[in-house]
């Protein structure tokens, strides 16, 4: 079937009038950019054009709720990117509820008003993309949003202080006299790469560390270094991509860390 048919085809199964279903497919592929593609067979389109018929074939009826099985997946990264921004510019014109599947948090974070983060068949949190970035409930989300994703440092506190590698994090500048009701037991700091200061900054934990690996990405680059035995991204200005050789310092704010029970993983407020 061409593009036409494709588009046309539940309308006809409902017996619609052929002159609302043209006027419908003509409305439906202008919206999609398909109009030129009207005429044309499927091998004669490209991954993404055929992808933009598929989610014609949804919106020409005017349903109420849309279901989208990660309808991406198959499409390379740069009709990805393009696509995403379709189908969001589609939900503004079209209006309808969408329920959107997909394992790249990239698709949901831009595209979503809200996500439910599920693992092993239970949901783990529902909230915005801001929600859940800044204010992950539990160690899976902290970790599952973001890229590179979160730094986390595991361990028992002795004398208020957490050890990372081969240093200690002194907790008792982030949560005072508090940190002693959890004094021999095991907590978990995480950090986002892209809160790091390169240096040593005020009302920040200090750390040393031994650059193992860069990677220059244009507007960023990441840093992969070793604290001791533990391994840490770090996200920083491509100008400032410290040297391979040698020991360089980093910094942590407090305000950028978060803290999680290391039995329950949940998230201490």
């Not at 009709?79 to 509820?97: L, Y």
């Not at 979160?150 to 940190?179: C, H, S, Y």
């Not at 809160?195 to 650059?211: F, N, P, W």
Request: with cysteine; hydrophobic share 40%; charged share 25%.
């Amino acid at each position: 079937m061409t593009v036409y048919d494709n588009l046309a085809f539940s309308l006809t199964l409902q017996g619609v009038d052929e002159d609302v279903i043209e006027k419908k497919v003509e409305k439906t592929a202008k919206i999609l950019g398909l109009t030129e593609y009207l005429d044309r067979l499927p091998r004669a389109l490209s991954g993404g054009q055929r992808q933009r018929v598929a989610v014609g074939r949804a919106i020409i009826r005017k349903v109420g709720i849309f279901l989208m099985d990660e309808p991406l997946s198959n499409l390379d990264a740069k009709q990805r990117v393009t696509m995403r921004s379709e189908i969001t510019q589609i939900h503004k014109e079209i209006g309808a509820t969408t329920i959107y599947v997909t394992h790249d948090q990239t698709e949901a974070m831009t595209m979503a008003d809200r996500i439910v983060v599920m693992k092993d068949g239970y949901v783990q949190q529902v909230g915005t993309p801001h929600d859940l970035y800044f204010d992950p409930v539990n160690v899976f989300v902290a970790g599952f949003i973001g890229e590179p994703p979160m730094n986390f440092a595991r361990g028992k506190v002795k004398d208020g202080k957490l050890p990372f590698g081969d240093q200690w994090i002194d907790l008792t500048k982030k949560m005072g006299e508090t940190i002693k009701q959890y004094e021999g037991k095991e907590l978990i700091l995480g950090f986002r790469p892209e809160a790091i200061l390169l240096g040593h900054e005020e009302d920040s934990y200090h750390l040393t560390c031994e650059v193992e690996l860069t990677e220059m990405l244009g507007d960023t680059a990441n840093v992969y270094v070793l604290v001791g035995e533990e391994q840490a991204i770090l996200k920083v200005d491509p100008h400032d991509v410290p040297s391979l050789q040698g020991e360089t310092a980093f910094s942590i704010p407090y305000k950028s860390t978060y803290l999680f029970d290391g039995e329950t993983e949940m998230v201490i407020r």
